[in-house]
């Protein structure tokens, strides 16, 4: 072969298209993507470092998209917390298929500003940061935070500035209402938003005058409604029809701090710091049995939140010298035969050591 047709041959090879790179020998892609899809989110660092085409299935669509389908999706705790004047965010993962052991608690990437009294909701596969007060201003900024690829992006801003505000997620959109003063057209009309992922936009929604307090300090969606609690009563909004109105008198005076839903029963702790479940059926509070002797009087308060249909508990335990425990249960809870609830605790353990004074800001749970 002559120079000029071994360089037509070395040009026409480097112009073609590589073929695709094999992740699994003597398996089509498409099956080694399923076994990839098989293995736990915490091997997933591990995974990305066998060759670069695995790195980038790690982090494709495809991936998650494949998980679901085969039911492995695994459902993470997150974690924010704020320690001094810093807030600070945490992935609790742990083996499914072991959850007594393997269980890494790992420092995600920092949300670049400090909101306080920030709402959070979570979407698919996103962590939701809306709202809160910057220098004492409140903000109308939206922080996501996307666990797939552990980054932070800025979202759409609402068209409202607002702090402590209710947020929820229903049918794929997100829902805030209140944590603003209505002192204008604009901040009446838009006192309730949400938030369409598909078209990117917040839209205001219709709201009654008489719903329209300025504070939430609890809220929570169950089925297709938002539950807000505000420093009168509280309401409640139906999504689908898109109707208001007030929660009972028992939901509003049993409801105490921060809460999550778990096959349709709202959990949270009550006065004399036991954890209790309410029904919306029944209208009634009921003490979680089965856990008093395994679990602490939350009179400090506690984060819940719903991880794969347990309930996860976590609270600061106590201290030693400078220091304080962040401590975490996970609870199966079951709804017995004529109405009454009771738990299992499948492990309780510490988490994590931070300094004394540090505060649990929120814990949401996420599926990948």
């Given at each position: ?17 590589s073929?695709?790179?094999i ?12 076994c ?14 066998v ?10 669509p495809l991936l998650?998209a ?11 705790l997150?974690?924010?917390i704020?320690?001094?004047s810093?807030f600070?965010?945490y ?7 072991n959850?007594?052991?393997s ?19 979570v ?13 004492e ?7 996501v935070?996307?666990?797939?690829y552990n ?7 609402m068209r ?8 929820g ?6 829902y805030?209402?209140?944590g ?16 369409d ?18 504070w939430?300090?609890a809220?929570?969606?169950i089925g ?5 609690m ?8 139906d ?11 028992g939901m509003d005076m049993?409801w105490?701090?921060?809460a ?9 702790y ?6 209790r479940?309410?029904?919306?059926e029944?209208?009634?509070w ?6 008093g002797k ?5 009179l400090?308060g ?7 249909g ?6 600061e335990g106590k201290g030693?010298?400078k220091e304080?425990?962040?401590?975490c249960?996970?609870i ?6 004529g109405?009454?609830l009771?738990g299992?605790i ?6 994590l050591?931070?300094?004394n004074?540090s505060s649990?800001v929120?814990c949401a749970?996420v599926?990948?």
């Amino acid at each position: 072969m002559t120079d000029e047709n071994s360089t037509a041959a070395t040009s026409s090879s480097s112009s073609s298209p590589s073929p695709p790179s094999i992740l699994l020998p003597n398996l089509p892609n498409d099956v080694a993507l399923q076994c990839i899809a098989r293995v736990p989110i915490s091997h997933h660092p591990i995974l990305s470092l066998v060759s670069k085409s695995w790195r980038s299935t790690v982090k494709s669509p495809l991936l998650y998209a494949a998980r679901s389908l085969l039911n492995s999706t695994q459902h993470l705790l997150y974690l924010n917390i704020r320690i001094n004047s810093s807030f600070h965010w945490y992935l609790l993962d742990q083996n499914p298929t072991n959850p007594k052991k393997s269980r890494i608690l790992s420092p995600l990437p920092p949300l670049p500003s400090h909101p306080i009294g920030s709402s959070f909701s979570v979407l698919g596969s996103k962590i939701y940061v809306i709202g809160g007060a910057i220098n004492e201003n409140p903000s109308n900024s939206i922080w996501v935070f996307d666990c797939r690829y552990n980054r932070w992006e800025m979202g759409p801003k609402m068209r409202v500035c607002r702090e402590f505000a209710a947020a929820g997620a229903i049918n794929g959109k997100i829902y805030v209402m209140g944590g603003c003063l209505v002192d204008n057209w604009a901040r009446s009309m838009n006192w309730a938003e949400v938030f369409d992922p598909v078209e990117g936009l917040w839209c205001g929604v219709p709201s009654p005058i008489e719903v329209r307090d300025k504070w939430m300090h609890a809220s929570a969606v169950i089925g297709d409604k938002m539950y807000a609690m505000a420093d009168r009563g509280g309401v409640v909004y139906d999504a689908v029809v898109g109707e208001w109105g007030g929660v009972s008198t028992g939901m509003d005076m049993g409801w105490r701090g921060r809460a999550a839903v778990v096959d349709g029963v709202l959990y949270c702790y009550d006065y004399l710091g036991r954890i209790r479940g309410y029904d919306v059926e029944e209208d009634e509070w009921k003490e979680l049995e089965g856990v008093g002797k395994g679990l602490p009087k939350f009179l400090c308060g506690a984060t819940m939140a719903n991880v794969g249909g347990k309930l996860f508990v976590v609270w600061e335990g106590k201290g030693s010298g400078k220091e304080m425990e962040i401590m975490c249960a996970e609870i199966e809870v079951r709804k017995e035969m004529g109405g009454m609830l009771s738990g299992s605790i499948v492990w309780s353990d510490v988490i994590l050591v931070v300094p004394n004074r540090s505060s649990i800001v929120h814990c949401a749970a996420v599926g990948l």
